[in-house]
C-alpha cells in the first residue's frame, strides 16, 4: 500500500507449529476418525490448503454425547469442585505456556493479524479459563440461589471470527460449574480447538469431559438436536439462532443465543476526535470487521461530520492491509471466499441505493480473499449496508442533530447487542448509555472485552450472557437469574 | 337496606391503554361458575385487541422503565393497597370462578396481595442483587446493571385467576416491563377487577393490558408479534399449543418463560425466578484515566 510509513516485514514465523496432514475428532479423550466425508481448511491469506479436518457424522456425536454423559456421571459431576478448579487452572496455564503457538495457528487459520490472535484472542481465552477457574468451588456464595446444580451435557456451537476465544467463552464456564461439553467448531477455522484438545490431554482433564466434534452445519445439527444433550449454546448469526430456538422449543434443553449486530458509535460535537477516530477505527476495523459487536454504524453529529470523517480517511490510509502473520499488519484476511462474496454483494448494493463509497489506494495480495476498509458516506437509515450485518471491514456513516436523534437512530434496528457513545461530557454519556437498548456499551472506548463483565444482547441479538457471575446462571440448575 | 333491591351488575370489558374498551371484534362470551350457573358475558379478545395492547405497551415502556426504581416500588405498592381495599369483591369473584369456599377464596386473595406486595418491594434491590460491579484487567470504570426486557406478553394462568394472575404479571412489572396480559379464559372475572385496582393506583396506562379471550386463539398473534420482547407461557400446559408458541416465538428471538408440566402451586415462594427471564444485563466500560 502507498503509506507514509515504509515498513520492511515483520512475519511471524511458522517454525513454532506442529501442523499435521490431518486431524481426527476428540471424542473421549483421544483422537478418532470422523465417519463423515473429511473437509480441508484454507490458510484465508493463501488459499493454501492448511489440512485435512474430520467431520462428525450424526453417529460421531452421538459418540461424543454419550462419552460426555458418562463424564458427566462417573468423573466430572461427582469430583471435588475445588478439583475441577485445579483442572481449570492448568488449562489456563497450558494456554499461556502455548501462547505463541495457538496464536500462530490462529492466524493461519483464520486469517487474522498476529498482533490480535497474539495480544487479544490468546490471552482472553487464557484469562477466561482462569477466571471461571475460580468460580468451580464458590458457586454457592454466587447469588444463584443456596444449592447450585450443574445441567448435565451442553452442547455448544461456535463460529470463525475468534475460533479460540469463542470456544473459551462456552467451555470455560460449562466447566466451572460442573457440565461437560460437546462443542462444534467453525467449519473454517478447526484447527485452534483441535490444539486445545491437545491441551486437554495434557491437563489429563479426564477424558468426555470436553469432546470436540468438527464439521458444517449438519454436525451442529446433530449436536444441537441430540436428545441427552440438556444445554444448547450457540454463538453465530441471527438467521441460525433463529433456527436453533424453533428446534429447541418444546424439549427440556437451556438455551443461550449470542447472535449479530450492527451497533451503532454515536459521536457528539464535543468528543475529542483523534480518540474517536481511534475508536471507530478499533470499532469497525478489529478483526477485519469479522465480530458481532462491531461498530459498523457511525452515528456522527452534523456539525463535525466533515471534520470526522477526514481525519477518519486520513487515519485508514495508514493502515496495513496484509500478511496476517507480519507483526505490523492491521487488516488480514477475509476468512473465507463465502465470507468475501457476502461483503462485496452488500458493498455492492449499498452504492446502488446511492451512498458514497470510500476506500484507500493501494493494492491487495493477489491470491487469498481480501477486503479493503470500506467507508460509506450519505447513508440513510433505510439502507441495506446500515440495516444489515456486513460482518467485514465496511462502515456505514449517519448523521444526527440532537441527543435524541441519535438515541431513536441508535436503537432503530431489531439488533441490540452493543453500542459505542463519544463525548467529554459525564452526564451526557450515562443519559444516553441508559437509553441504548444494547447489552454491551462502551463509552469512550470500544471492542473491549474481559471474563469479569458479561456480553450478550438484547432484542434480535440473543439472549443469556457470557462472563462474570450473571454468565454462570445459564450453565446452572436452580439458577435464580 | 332493603333485600328486595335489584343489583347492578358490573359490565366485564378489556382493559387497554388506560382504558376500558369492548373487544373491536364486538365478541363477548359466556363466564359461568363452577356450578354452571351464569356470571357474566365477558369480552372476547381479537388479534386486533391484542395488536392494540402491544401499541399500547409500548408506549408505556419508557415512562414506566424511566421511572426512578423507588416511584415505580410505590405505584406497585398503591396497587397492594386498593386490591386490600376490594378485598371482599376478589373474593366473591374467586369463589365463584374456583369453586372456592369463603375462607379458601379470601386466603387467595389475601396471598395475592400480599405477592403484590413482595414484588413492589424488589424494584429497588433488582440492580443491587443482579448488578455488578466488574474488575475488568485494564484501566476501565465497568458495570452491569439489569434492565427490562421491554414489551412481555403473558399468558396467564387458567386455574388460579388471581393469585397466578398476580403470580405472572407483578415479576413482569417490578423489573420495569409493560405488558399485554390473555386472562384465564374460563375464569376472567377478578383480571377485570384487577384492571380497575390498576387504572385507579397511579400505574400509567399502557403498561398493564389485559384481555380476557381464549388464549389458544390470541398466544399464536402476540408469540409472532415483532414488538414483543418476551413472552410468559405460565397459560398454557406444556405440550401442544406451549410448543407451538415457542416455536413461533423464536422467529423474532424473544425471551420465552416455559409452561411447567401442569400449573404450579403459586402460594410457593417464587424466588427470582419469574424476574430473570425478563431482565437484560447491560454492561457499561469507560476508561480511566485517559
Known sequence: ?481 | MSTDRLPVRKTYKLYLGGAFPRSESGRTYEVHDTKGHFLANAARASRKDARDAVVAARGAFWKWSGATAYNRGQVLYRVAEVMEGRAAQFAEEVAAGEGLSATRARAAVDAAIDRWVWYAGWTDKLAAVLGSSNPVAGPYFGFSTPEPTGVVAVLAPQRSSLLGLVSVLGPVLAGGNTAVVVTSKDRPLPAVTLGEVLATSDVPGGVVNLLTGDAAEIGPWLAEHADVDGIDLAGTTAGGLAMELERSAAGTVKRVLRAAAEEPDWTADPGLTRMTPFLETKSVWHPIGV
Open chain 1, 1 to 481: 500500500m502507498t503509506s507514509p510509513f515504509e515498513y520492511a516485514p515483520a512475519p511471524e514465523s511458522r517454525s513454532i507449529l506442529d501442523l499435521k496432514p490431518s486431524y481426527g475428532l476428540f471424542v473421549d479423550g483421544e483422537f478418532t476418525d470422523g465417519t463423515g466425508a473429511p473437509m480441508k481448511t484454507l490458510n484465508p491469506a493463501t488459499e493454501e490448503v492448511l489440512a485435512e479436518v474430520a467431520t462428525g457424522s450424526e453417529a460421531d456425536v452421538d459418540r461424543a454425547v454419550r462419552a460426555a454423559r458418562r463424564a458427566f456421571t462417573r468423573a466430572w459431576g461427582p469430583m471435588r469442585p475445588a478439583d475441577r478448579g485445579k483442572y481449570l487452572f492448568r488449562i489456563a496455564r497450558l494456554l499461556q505456556e502455548r501462547a505463541r503457538e495457538f496464536a500462530v495457528l490462529e492466524s493461519l487459520d483464520n486469517g487474522k493479524p498476529i498482533r490480535e490472535s497474539r495480544d487479544v484472542d490468546v490471552p482472553l481465552a487464557a484469562a477466561h479459563f482462569f477466571y471461571h477457574a475460580g468460580w468451580a468451588d464458590k458457586l454457592e456464595h454466587a447469588g444463584l440461589g443456596p444449592a447450585p446444580r450443574p445441567l448435565g451435557v451442553a452442547g455448544q456451537v461456535i463460529p470463525w471470527n475468534f475460533p479460540l476465544l469463542m470456544l473459551a467463552w462456552k467451555i470455560a464456564p460449562a466447566l466451572a460449574t460442573g457440565n461437560t461439553v460437546v462443542l462444534k467448531p467453525a467449519e473454517t477455522t478447526p484447527l485452534t480447538a483441535l490444539l486445545f484438545a491437545e491441551v486437554c490431554q495434557q491437563a489429563d482433564l479426564p477424558p468426555g469431559v470436553v469432546n470436540i466434534v468438527t464439521g458444517a452445519g449438519d454436525t451442529g445439527r446433530a449436536v444441537i438436536n441430540h436428545p441427552d444433550v440438556d444445554k444448547v449454546a450457540f454463538t453465530g448469526s441471527t438467521a441460525v439462532g433463529q433456527s436453533i430456538a424453533r428446534a429447541v422449543a418444546g424439549t427440556h434443553k437451556r438455551l443461550t443465543l449470542e447472535l449479530g449486530g450492527k451497533a451503532a458509535n454515536i459521536v457528539f460535537d464535543d468528543a475529542p476526535v483523534d480518540q474517536a477516530v481511534e475508536g471507530i477505527v478499533r470499532g469497525i476495523f478489529f478483526n477485519q470487521g469479522h465480530v458481532c459487536c462491531a461498530g459498523s454504524r457511525l452515528l456522527v453529529q452534523e456539525s463535525v461530520h466533515d471534520e470526522v470523517v477526514a481525519s477518519l480517511q486520513r487515519r485508514i490510509g495508514t493502515l496495513r492491509v496484509g500478511d496476517p502473520l507480519d507483526k505490523n499488519t492491521d487488516l488480514g484476511a477475509i476468512n473465507s471466499a463465502e465470507q468475501l462474496e457476502r461483503i462485496r454483494e452488500l458493498v455492492d448494493v449499498g452504492e446502488a441505493e446511492g451512498a458514497h463509497r470510500w476506500q484507500p489506494d493501494g493494492e491487495l495480495p493477489d491470491r487469498g480473499f481480501w477486503f479493503k476498509p470500506t467507508v460509506f458516506t450519505d447513508v440513510s437509515p433505510a439502507h441495506r449496508i446500515a440495516r444489515d450485518e456486513v460482518f467485514g471491514p465496511v462502515l456505514s456513516v449517519l448523521t444526527f442533530r440532537t441527543p435524541d436523534e441519535a438515541v431513536a437512530k441508535a436503537n432503530n434496528t431489531t439488533y441490540g447487542l452493543s453500542a459505542g457513545v463519544w463525548s467529554e461530557k459525564g452526564s451526557r454519556i450515562l443519559a444516553i448509555t441508559d437509553q441504548l437498548r444494547a447489552g454491551v456499551v462502551w463509552a469512550n472506548t470500544f471492542n473491549e472485552f474481559d471474563p469479569t463483565s458479561p456480553f450478550g444482547g438484547y432484542k434480535q441479538s440473543g439472549y443469556g450472557r457470557e462472563g462474570g457471575r450473571q454468565g454462570l446462571a445459564a450453565y446452572l440448575k436452580g439458577a435464580e437469574q
